[in-house]
């Protein structure tokens, strides 16, 4: 899980009460704690810096990309939803990764967003990494999470599983 902040720990919880393992990506040693106490594996590391993630998808199977929230240099969150995304998604091609949950909802420009669907489509397409948007609005925090847990469950379940 990367990004998300308290929805994702929220959704961590709500994950591992359910009995799936959580690594959850943090920038800084100031949120281990926390995320431990929650239950979840805590990986140090930066979305700007995908390097730093390379190796927290070893024996992931979902992939949470939580960033319609993010803040900071235009830049930069233009970067997660487009060049820093794009990269993830090619690494996340020789790993256990089999889905990528992005949140294409929240503060982050609409144009960014449909961005970053838009190389979530490319990978599909290209490498056929089965993907789903989240697009409920990050302020709804129960229907976010509802809708989060549903999107990992729908990458969860066997291909071709009547829905």
């Not at 800084?28 to 239950?39: F, M, N, P, V």
């Not at 397409?125 to 697009?135: F, G, K, R, S």
Request: glycine share 10%; hydrophobic share 45%.
């Amino acid at each position: 899980m990367v990004g998300g902040g308290c929805r994702g720990l929220a959704l961590a919880r709500g994950l591992i009460a359910e009995g799936h393992a959580v690594r959850a990506v943090t920038r800084t040693e100031a949120r281990r704690a926390e995320l431990e106490d929650a239950g979840c594996e805590c990986w140090i590391g930066t979305p700007d810096v995908i390097g730093t993630l390379r190796y927290a998808l070893d024996n992931v199977t979902v992939l949470c990309w939580l960033l319609g929230t993010a803040t900071g240099d235009p830049a930069k969150v233009a970067a997660l939803h487009g060049s820093r995304l794009k990269m993830m998604l090619e690494k996340a091609t020789d790993t256990t990764v089999r889905g990528v949950v992005y949140e294409a909802a929240g503060s982050v420009a609409p144009e960014l967003l449909e961005q970053g669907v838009a190389e979530l489509r490319h990978a599909h397409v290209t490498n056929e990494i089965p993907y789903a948007v989240l697009e409920a609005d990050p302020r709804d925090e129960e229907a976010w999470r509802a809708a989060a847990l549903e999107a990992i469950d729908a990458l969860l379940a066997p291909r071709g599983a009547a829905a």
